[in-house]
């Protein structure tokens, strides 16, 4: 999904759905970030103005969380361009939180 020539974290086509999207949560000097620890996980998609396009639940597996690509997501109110993506961990015992901001892409599919 996202190629080594990118300038984006993130980059999928409008509409297609269906398979697991990895992302790769770090440690601010770079290295993997052990996130067994948190027992919740959320991600928010927003326009670059921070309209938000959708929100939803994430699997977490030390170190990335995993996004089931949905439908509804992936075309997310018919919106393409730039992107932000937040990811959100957090321990609901203590209230612990980690967050994670990437910057992506939707691309309009070009196959008629």
């Known amino acids: 999904m996202v190629n080594s020539q990118s300038v984006y974290d993130i980059e999928y086509v409008f509409g297609e759905f269906g398979d697991n ?35 939803t639940s994430v699997t977490r597996s030390t170190p ?20 932000k993506v937040q990811v959100e961990l957090t321990i609901s015992t ?8 990437f910057y992506g892409f939707i691309y309009k599919n070009q196959v008629p």
């Open 64 to 83: 990335n969380v995993i996004w089931a690509m949905t439908e509804a997501q992936t075309i997310a109110l018919t919106y393409d361009g730039k992107i």
């Open 94 to 101: 203590t209230k612990k939180r980690m967050t994670k901001t």
């Open 21 to 55: 999207y990895n992302i790769g949560i770090k440690n601010d000097d770079g290295t993997d970030a052990d996130i067994s620890g948190f027992d919740a996980s959320q991600m928010t998609v927003t326009k670059m103005d921070d309209t938000v396009l959708f929100t």
